[in-house]
């Protein structure tokens, strides 16, 4: 068999992780049984790109723009105001949560299928704004090869995101081979409307669910109900996750990418605000945390141009 | 190929059951893509026996009667009592959503885990009171095959129940084949604990979901994120779910198992207070529903002995 992770330069890292699932899906005493092999993502640091901006966030900004076309009496009000200004600092300082209230305001009353086309419709065409590239296509090519190499290798591979899950299902399955009922993120209330549209699940402005930190963990016992054996997560909003996931009994592999690439990607992790790496990083080894340098680790970032 | 419904009765249900898997998971104009080749199956009375009381009411009387062991105080205390009495009648007068809560108040405090474990004893070894056999051996024969049928034509198969969602959980991937994941129910919330027992979920007395009714619409929603297009039932409790599923455009089959067999199962309907079949009976032509007669359809309704 040739090398199932061409992405991942030879180290430290790579080592554990081959080791890790040959232990697993082999026969000797680390066998774990197919049903057993579950592994959770991170999704925004960990598969795919969240600076300089959380994509959902700069969704939710054109979002706003298009209401407010309609709407202008919502363009001269806050937050949205200062959102249409382009102004991130403002659109930051309102938190993940906060983010994530504006976004699901912002399509309360669509039925799921109509959110489902409107964010496919974007994420084909929208723009990183410094690296050119559709946000789809910043995702990460050692991550690609990670999860290819663990669904070969009888795993089950999940999406545990802060996002919004709905945002999120609509592009995993192309992009991550992930389907949408293995993607677990932040959701809005949802009510089964029977209507001239039919019976059709609407999205109510009311959050369900902020899947952050202990969230994560809570929500893997809804959705999946067994603890994962392998997780991979980027700050310290996955570090109950990964904690959670070390401490199981039986072999575990709990990853953390640390974004010190400032050439190929970012360079950042305690001072960024939104969803900062401290703790986690801090705190790795006790908590048999791996730590992954994507400067080092990783020997490519994206994916070829298609 | 030989018959893949052995326990299935030739006849309207069984063709169409044929056909319809035949043409989605053919070449044809009626090709579905296996990614959306997703069915939801009802539990109690869908896939095993819920006569002469609901199994996981009778989890929860010995539940009690284990809990009355240790503190005396509880056994004298309403509802406990009644159900100590062995009042069938008062039981079910609490209807479902109250031995829902029941149940969750049962075993508050206690571990996902410690509660998969003392589930799967019980399954393991308590017998149904008039047939003699255990409740995970009184699942439904024909059902057994369609589950299999469905899956080796591409489909993903889900329990959607009203049932507790770990009580299912501890018995679905060995008695049906379904996965955890796979399995959406009513649920208490969870918490997870860092204490001397590690890094643990816990479970806590208050509901999350009560998957019932448009619930179960709205649950799919929230942990499939897309329309099953095949779906099965046996009550009003299952009717949103069925219109749902018949309502998608393209092939769908939504499905009813009528009760109405007393020789080999029990017959009821619409006057079994608990769970009524009622609405969904009057209607099922309108809703384009097809009815299932356990009496007619069904070659064999429980599978030989182990």
């Not at 789809?136 to 995101?161: H, K, M, N, W």
Request: overall charge negative; glycine content about 8%; proline content about 5%.
């Amino acid at each position: 068999m040739g090398d199932p992770l061409p992405g991942w330069r030879e180290g430290t890292a790579k080592a554990a992780i081959i080791d890790f699932v040959t232990r697993v899906s082999g026969s000797g005493a680390d066998h774990v049984p197919e049903s057993e092999r579950i592994a959770t993502f991170d999704n925004d640091g960990t598969l795919w790109c969240e600076q300089p901006a959380q994509v959902q966030a700069l969704f939710v900004i054109d979002r706003v723009r298009e209401l407010a076309a309609t709407d202008p009496e919502l363009a001269q009000r806050q937050p949205f105001k200062a959102l249409l200004e382009g102004d991130h600092a403002k659109l930051h300082a309102l938190g993940k949560q906060g983010i994530l209230q504006l976004f699901f305001a912002t399509h309360a009353g669509m039925t799921l299928r109509d959110f489902n086309t409107m964010a496919h419709r974007w994420q084909a065409s929208a723009l990183h704004p410094t690296l050119g590239r559709r946000f789809i296509d910043l995702v990460y090519q050692p991550q690609l090869e990670l999860l290819d190499y663990l669904r070969a290798s009888g795993f089950r591979c999940f999406i545990v995101t802060g996002g919004g899950i709905d945002f999120v299902r609509a592009f995993s399955e192309a992009r991550y081979g992930v389907p949408p009922e293995q993607v677990i993120g932040s959701s809005a209330r949802l009510r089964l409307d029977i209507s001239a549209r039919g019976l059709v699940l609407v999205k109510l402005p009311e959050l369900g669910s902020f899947n952050d930190r202990e969230a994560k963990v809570e929500n893997i016992g809804l959705h999946i109900g067994r603890r994962p054996i392998l997780a991979f997560g980027n700050s310290d909003g996955d570090l109950a996750m990964l904690r959670f996931v070390a401490a199981g009994a039986g072999p575990r592999l709990a990853l953390l990418v640390h974004h010190d690439d400032a050439e190929r990607e970012f360079a950042y992790d305690r001072d960024f605000a939104l969803s900062p790496l401290a703790e986690a990083l801090d705190r790795a080894a006790d908590y048999r945390i791996m730590l992954v340098s994507m400067k080092d680790d990783w020997a490519s970032v994206f994916p070829p141009d298609r």
